[in-house]
Each structure stands twice: as C-alpha cells, then as structure tokens.
C-alpha cells in the first residue's frame, strides 16, 4: 500500500491505495524460487519478486527492509519467505507481506516449505517445526535424530516432506499426516536433497550428485 493525494471536492486529502509497483526483467542474483503456483516467486538481491506471466516480467522489491531471503514457498495464494532470522507471509499471493510469528529458540533459519494441505514447515538449526495456523502456533519434531537441519523440501508426489543435514549422512521423509518418518542412509554428507523419477536425488558436500538406487527400501520410524 502507498499513499497517494487525490482531489475530493476541491480539496486534496492523502488517501491509502494500491499502486502496482513497475514491471521489469529479472536481472539480479536468484537466492530462491518458486515456480510451481500460479504466481511464481523468486528471492532475488533486489528483494522478493513476482511473476504472473510466466517470468516475462517481474514485480516487487525489498520486504521488511531486506533482500536477504534465503527460502521461498508458495501454497495456492499463500507465500511465505526465509531470511536466517525471520519469516515473512502474503495471504494475498505476494501483493502485501506481514512478519511471521516464528519460535523464540530459533537461531537461524534454512528452509521453509508448504505441504499439499497449507502446513507451513520449517527447517532450521534446532530442527524441524510445523504450523498449521499461518504462525500463530509451531509445533516441533523433537524425536527427529537430528538438527541443524540444512535442507528441507515438500514433495508432492511422495507427499513427504525430505529433511536433510549437512552433519549426518541420512535423509528423512516425514509423512506430514501422520507425522512418521522413513529414512535413508546414503553414506554421504548431504547438502541439498529433491526427487527425480520416483528416486531420492542429493547433492553431497564433497562427492557430487547421488541418486537413490532403484531397489533402496527406506527404513521406517516413529513420531
């Protein structure tokens, strides 16, 4: 929203109104994207960015004073977008932003992601959290054999939410209806961990890209 001076009955009062912000090409560094709405949205050095042709143009610039968004997610006309201490969330697919009430205990923030059912996650260095209300209330998966989590992505075809961690060598699948998990172990420091035909796909931190054999079976684990 910005103020504007409109004339009313001769005289000129201040009045608060949506200006659509210029559209322009998407030339600055690309932190994090989304693509997988409707609107897509990218975290960028010039701030989060939205698009609503496909990337042909771009929309926006810095929230809450920063660029520095590190995550971006995207669920219907939900946004929401990491820096490492704090998140922002749009109801309104990226036209407004508002601070998100995030757990006091975080001391620095990796990954957000949305779940097919709007559940917000949350991978940070203390772990994995989850809210269900926009913010309001997180809850924690304590019993997760690690923290520091460095990765965290939804994916849609499992509907599991994988976790990873640079300080250990195995990737979680939370199931987020039951809260269960399977895991594998890959014998490799993972730093970012997706999906690719059915299979689990890493990047390690010293040996490259991994991928899942095809007859792996994940071990299974409890909330």
């Known amino acids: 929203m910005k103020a504007a001076i ?8 201040d ?15 690309v932190n994090a994207l989304d693509v997988s709405g409707d609107v897509w949205l990218a975290s960028t050095g010039f701030g989060l960015l939205t698009s ?6 771009w929309q926006g610039g810095p929230v809450m004073g ?11 006309g939900l946004m929401a977008a990491a820096r ?16 998100m009430g995030i757990p006091t205990t975080l001391t620095r923030i990796h990954r957000v992601a949305y779940s097919a059912d709007g559940t917000l996650w949350l991978g940070a260095r203390e772990g994995v959290y989850f809210t269900h209300d926009q913010g309001k209330t997180w809850l924690w998966i304590g019993r997760l054999p690690f923290t520091d989590v460095g990765d ?3 994916d849609a075809a499992m509907d599991r939410v994988l976790v ?21 172990q890959t014998g490799y420091r993972i730093g970012l961990v997706r999906t690719a035909g059915g299979r689990v796909v890493a990047s ?20």
């Not at 009045?15 to 560094?29: A, C, H, M, N, W």
């Not at 609503?52 to 143009?57: E, H, L, T, V």
């Not at 749009?90 to 601070?99: K, Q």
């Not at 990873?164 to 594998?184: H, V």
């Open 152 to 154: 965290l992505y939804y």
């Open 66 to 76: 920063s660029g520095e968004y590190v995550s971006v997610t995207t669920h219907e």
């Open 6 to 13: 409109e004339s009313h009955h001769g005289e000129h009062v």
């Open 52 to 57: 609503r042709d496909q990337g042909a143009s």
């Open 84 to 99: 490492p201490d704090g998140v922002v969330l749009s109801t309104d697919s990226g036209l407004t932003w508002m601070p």
């Open 204 to 223: 390690s931190l010293y040996d490259g890209v991994v991928v899942e054999p095809q007859a792996a079976e994940a071990q299974t684990g409890q909330k």
């Open 164 to 184: 990873s961690s640079r300080i250990s060598e195995q990737i979680y699948a939370i199931d987020p209806k039951t809260m269960s998990w399977k895991w594998w």
């Open 15 to 29: 009045v608060e109104k949506r200006v659509t912000d210029p559209s322009f090409e998407l030339q600055s560094r």
